[in-house]
């Protein structure tokens, strides 16, 4: 029997960059989505599970994940063909990209930082010369993920046992799905007007409300999600804490009462691993797998937590957390009940190829956007 398909073990940088797409970026748009199925398998979500997460095929599915394994993050870039043939080989593209994420000063140049002119003039008088305009140099930059952004700092999981957690990990997911839930602290939460999208008339977007004092404070969902049955739940707190984390534990336990040892994936927070919450799991029969320091993207719960900021709290302004909470609980409600209906699924797909077919009809072939 043939091995399931799952993405390979990711990076620290992958992770954090995947995490950050999912959490921040347009639900709808295709880059989301192949990040949120590289960041579910990841962590051991199956594909069935992963399709009815994003919406899409199971082939399709099963196609991104290949596709990362075989080329990293550029799979988040779908690659569209057509047009005349190139006049700028592979060899002079790579050229391009090493001088463009070198620094100046390595290579002989008496400033800190390219600007497209100072890249193209360098180029062409190179060691290995390429003839190339400023606007072509932008679109091949581009279209390899470089960009013209402000430096940052980085760090990346300094933990000791991080490959034999990452392993842990992988081997429950693997081996007994049935048995394996992950649990997470979503947030924080605050009331304020929040951006999103919606469907509306022509240069007559929907407006919020601006916000001045915001007195209600922030909480936190705690979630619990469990792999084999693809259900979702949670509750909102009022702040992280080693009781809520117990009580979400037990929510679990509840979840499976016979007895037999049970799986949970969660941060590596010390909320979660008090004493009192170790001899809990003793107790219980429950194996902690805890992710690696500055790792929280192998939890596979993270991965459903990006259409939970979509559909919930994108484009909203509840009055208070009360509020919130309910809408939280009916979402949640909708979603475990729907999420194994193919009638909905494939409805979906109808009708973002109709809107899309409307769109292209009405204002020409659309410009291909970043996946």
């Known amino acids: ?18 995490q950050q797409i999912v959490r921040r970026g347009k639900h709808g748009s295709v880059r989301v989505r192949r990040a949120m199925i590289i960041m579910a398998s990841a962590s051991g979500t199956l594909v069935p599970a992963i399709a009815r997460l994003v919406a899409a095929d199971e082939d399709t599915v099963r196609d991104v994940i290949h596709l ?21 080989s592979d060899a002079a593209i790579e050229v391009i990209v090493t001088a463009a994420t070198t620094r100046p000063e390595k290579l002989g140049q008496p400033f800190t930082r390219w600007s497209l002119r100072k890249l193209a003039a360098y180029l062409a008088g190179g060691p290995r010369p390429v003839a190339i ?6 679109q091949i930059l581009r279209a390899r993920g470089i960009s013209f952004q402000r430096t940052r700092t980085w760090k ?40 999103g999208a919606c469907w509306a008339r022509q240069k007559k977007p929907c407006r919020l409300r601006a916000t001045y004092h915001r007195t209600h404070g922030i909480r936190y969902f705690h ?28 929510s679990i336990r509840a979840a499976r009462p016979g007895g037999y040892r049970l799986f949970v994936i969660m941060d590596n927070l010390s909320a ?95 410009k291909p956007k970043a996946a």
Not at 227 to 245: F, N, P, S, Y
Request: charged share 30%.
């Open 272 to 366: 979660n691993k008090t004493p009192a919450i170790r001899r809990w799991a003793k107790r219980e029969n429950v194996e902690l797998c805890f992710t690696p320091t500055n790792a929280s993207w192998a939890n596979p719960v993270e991965a459903h937590f990006g259409p939970l900021r979509t559909f919930v709290m994108g484009n909203s302004d509840y009055p208070n957390h009360a509020a919130l909470a309910r809408r939280l609980q009916a979402y949640l409600r909708w979603r475990n009940a729907h999420a194994r209906h193919p009638d909905v699924l494939a409805a979906q797909r109808r009708e973002r190829a109709r809107i899309r077919s409307e769109r292209q009809q009405r204002w020409g072939r659309p």
């Open 156 to 195: 990346e999981s300094r933990d000791p046992d991080r490959d034999a957690k990452l392993d842990r990990i992988e081997y429950v997911t693997s081996h007994y799905p049935d048995r394996c839930f992950a649990f997470d602290q979503f947030g924080p939460l605050s009331i304020r007007p929040c951006h």
């Open 133 to 138: 305009g400023r606007e072509r140099l932008r």
């Open 223 to 250: 979630g619990c999600y469990s792999l084999g049955d693809d259900q979702l739940w949670g509750v909102v707190r009022e702040h992280k804490g080693a009781d809520h984390t117990l009580a979400a534990l037990k």
């Open 1 to 18: 029997m043939a091995e399931p398909v799952r993405a390979r073990r990711l990076t620290d940088q992958e992770g954090q960059r995947l």
């Open 68 to 88: 990362f394994n075989a080329k990293g993050l550029a799979a988040l870039d779908p690659q569209w063909a057509g047009g005349r043939p190139r006049l700028i």
